[in-house]
C-alpha cells in the first residue's frame, strides 16, 4: 500500500523561507511523477509545483504562476522523498499543503485527478 506522508509545515514570517517533505513508500519512486497542491476551505485544491518523470530518467518541474520564482520542488530518489522549498512566503501562500504521486509518467502534471495517491497534509501559516 502506497503512502505518502508530508511534514515540515509550520508558523512563519512574511517573507521567510520554508521546507516541506513528503516522504512516498512507492516501490518504483524514481520513475514517478510528484505533485505539490494546496487548498483553503471553501476553494477547489490548487496546483503549486509538479516533477513529472519523462522516460529515460528525465524530469521536468511546473509551476503555478503564483508561486514561480519562490518556490522550488526536487525530489532525492535514494530517500524517496520530494521536497519543496518556499521562500519569500506571503500570508495568502498559507494552506494545508498535499503531496500527490503517480506511477510513471503523467498527462497534465497541473491537474490534482491525474494523481493516483495522496498525502495527509502539512499546514503552513504564514503570519504578515
Known amino acids: 500500500q502506497v503512502q505518502l506522508v508530508e511534514s515540515g509545515g509550520g508558523l512563519v514570517q512574511a517573507g521567510t523561507s520554508l521546507r516541506i517533505s513528503c516522504a512516498a513508500s512507492?516501490?518504483?519512486?524514481?520513475?514517478?511523477?510528484l505533485g505539490w497542491f494546496r487548498q483553503v476551505p471553501g476553494k477547489e485544491r490548487e496546483f503549486v509545483a509538479a516533477h513529472s518523470w519523462k522516460n529515460g530518467f528525465l524530469y521536468r518541474a511546473y509551476y503555478a504562476d503564483s508561486v514561480k520564482g519562490r518556490f522550488t520542488i526536487s525530489r532525492d530518489n535514494a530517500k524517496n522523498t520530494v521536497y519543496l522549498e518556499m521562500n519569500s512566503l506571503r500570508p495568502e501562500d498559507t494552506a494545508p499543503y498535499y503531496c500527490?504521486?503517480?506511477?510513471?509518467?503523467?498527462?497534465?502534471?497541473?491537474?490534482?485527478?491525474?494523481?493516483?495517491?495522496w498525502g495527509q497534509g502539512t499546514q503552513v501559516t504564514v503570519s504578515s
Open positions: 512507492i516501490r518504483t519512486f524514481s520513475r514517478s511523477s
Open positions: 500527490a504521486a503517480t506511477d510513471g509518467t503523467i498527462g497534465n502534471p497541473l491537474a490534482a485527478n491525474a494523481y493516483t495517491y
